[in-house]
Nanobody, 128 residues
Framework: QLQLAESGGGLVQPGGSLRLSCASSGFNLDYYAIGWFRQAPGKEREGVSCIVSGGDSTNYADSVKGRFTISRDNAKNEVFLQMNNLKPEDTGVYFC?????????????????????WGQGTQVTVSS
């Protein structure tokens, strides 16, 4: 069974940066589309970014475009989410997931319906 583990969350002031990591043991993440999602208290899980399988095409939610960057390091079998200029509304639990597709349509956030295996999440809190 594919298992994912997120790391890199924490408490940061507005305007700060964090880099989240998604790692898997035993499964080559390059074979999968990888998505990052987040969930704030009392809200639904929403797509943040995704990257296609076997390539580097990416998509972002409008709310994070220009601030977040998703990338792969195939040598380390990890996928990263670099988050810059963080805002209080970025607060939530961030999850990575593997799936069948990263939809590359501007303005269309990644959807959880395309993702089948999920990590346990890492907390990101943006507060002064």
């Amino acid at each position: 069974q594919l298992q994912l583990a997120e790391s890199g969350g924490g408490l940061v002031q507005p305007g700060g940066s964090l880099r989240l990591s998604c790692a898997s043991s035993g499964f080559n993440l390059d074979y999968y589309a990888i998505g990052w999602f987040r969930q704030a208290p009392g809200k639904e899980r929403e797509g943040v970014s995704c990257i296609v399988s076997g390539g580097d095409s990416t998509n972002y939610a409008d709310s994070v475009k220009g601030r977040f960057t998703i990338s792969r390091d195939n040598a380390k079998n990890e996928v990263f989410l670099q988050m810059n200029n963080l805002k209080p509304e970025d607060t939530g639990v961030y999850f990575c997931a593997v799936g069948e597709r990263c939809v590359l349509r501007p303005g269309v956030k990644p959807s959880p319906i395309h993702y089948t295996s999920w990590g346990q999440g890492t907390q990101v809190t943006v507060s002064s």
